[in-house]
């Protein structure tokens, strides 16, 4: 629900058209739901600060005992290998990443310059 109001709020700038789709809500723990809202919120302010997109979408469900979040922007895109190797520019999904890999869950980030980014989020539910 936090993730839900975070882009309500962020929707009301009218700086970004959203695409949201919660399938079946999954039953997280806590400290899972923290995680999940800070790495969503995390990934959606890089986008405004950095990409230049105009459209953001969300998928969040849960299937094989994995909570799924699929992320996509359709900004300028990045070279991915360079921001990671780059503790400076590649702080914020450093965090991410660890983040997710503290829930013992899986990250891919797939972006190239012009064609936007999507990251994957898998963690055991």
């Known amino acids: 629900a936090d993730i ?3 882009v309500h709020h962020l929707e009301q700038t009218n700086l ?3 695409s949201l789709n919660f399938g079946n809500e999954p039953n997280m723990g806590n400290n ?3 995680f999940l809202y800070r ?3 995390e990934l959606i302010n890089n986008s405004i600060r950095h990409s230049g997109c105009s459209n ?3 998928k969040v469900h849960q299937a094989k005992g994995l909570l799924w979040v699929e992320y996509k922007d ?3 895109g990045f070279d ?3 921001v990671l190797s780059n503790p400076a520019s590649g702080f914020g999904i450093q965090n991410i990443i660890n983040r997710i890999k503290a829930l013992n869950g899986d990250v891919a980030i797939v972006s190239s310059p012009a064609k ?3 990251t994957t989020l898998k963690i055991p539910v």
């Open 56 to 58: 953001i979408v969300l």
């Open 80 to 82: 991915v290998e360079l």
């Open 4 to 6: 839900k109001q975070f």
């Open 74 to 76: 359709d900004g300028k």
């Open 116 to 118: 936007g980014m999507t």
């Open 39 to 41: 790495a969503v919120s």
């Open 32 to 34: 899972t739901s923290i």
């Open 16 to 18: 970004i058209k959203f």
